[in-house]
């Protein structure tokens, strides 16, 4: 079964930089898209980034452009997300899931339990 486990939260001041790992379980990496996820509280889940199995970034909106970037490792079975210049507005949970379509363009399917990510001075 397909297993995501993200890792690499905490607490940052503002102008740091994180580095989320998503590893992916169960099953081999390279087939699949993965995109990352974050849900502020009391605010919906929005969409960040993608990366296909062609290893081709793509971006779900313009606030993460220039400062978040996201990668792949298919033979550690990883995708990770670096995350520079953070704002207090990038507080978060951190969420990636799969797509099986590996073309960013399907539905998401399989999830990981998240991570926090906490900008404050």
């Known amino acids: 079964q397909v297993h995501l486990v993200e890792s690499g939260g905490g607490l940052v001041q503002p102008g740091g930089s994180l580095r989320l790992s998503c590893a992916v379980l169960g099953f081999t990496l390279d087939y699949y898209a993965v995109h990352w996820f974050r849900q502020a509280p009391g605010k919906e889940r929005e969409g960040l980034l993608c990366i296909s199995s062609s290893n081709i970034s793509s971006y779900y909106i313009n606030s993460v452009k220039g400062r978040f970037t996201i990668s792949r490792d298919n033979a550690k079975g990883t995708v990770y997300l670096q995350m520079n210049s953070l704002k207090p507005e990038d507080t978060a949970v951190y969420f990636c899931?799969?797509?099986?379509?590996?073309?960013?363009?399907?539905?998401?399917?399989?999830w990981g339990q998240g991570t926090q990510v906490t900008i404050s001075s």
């Open positions: 899931a799969t797509e099986t379509s590996g073309s960013c363009l399907g539905e998401t399917e399989y």
